[in-house]
């Protein structure tokens, strides 16, 4: 049973960064379309970043020119750079890995920023 794993969440002041990964067991993401979500208490989640295959990339528009989604297929791992964090990108992150009719979650990563 393939999954994904978030790490790298954590508490940051405001103007701070953070890199969250997105590693995988069971699974070899390099035919996956990836995508970081993120849900805040009360609101519905969103896409915050996605790389497809071919490297494409693109953003919500709240996060462009701050963060950045990465992958490297060599270590199977996915990446969310995160710079000049505001409060109000306080939220659980999730990795997703989707490809035809494949989906997979991961369990989220907490990020939190301080004003």
């Known amino acids: 049973q393939g999954q994904v794993v978030e790490s790298g969440g954590g508490l940051v002041q405001a103007g701070g960064s953070l890199r969250l990964s997105c590693g995988a067991s069971g699974i070899n993401l390099r035919p996956y379309d990836m995508g970081w979500y993120r849900q805040a208490p009360g609101k519905q989640r969103e896409l915050v970043a996605a790389?497809?295959?071919?490297?494409?990339?693109n953003y919500v528009d709240s996060v462009k020119g701050r963060f950045f989604i990465s992958r490297d297929n060599a270590k199977n791992t996915v990446y969310l750079q995160m710079n000049s964090l505001k409060p109000e990108d306080t939220a659980v992150y999730y990795c997703?890995?989707?490809?035809?009719?494949?989906?997979?979650w991961g369990q989220g990563t907490q990020v939190t920023v301080s004003s």
């Open positions: 790389i497809t295959t071919s490297g494409s990339t």
């Open positions: 997703n890995a989707k490809w035809a009719n494949w989906s997979y």
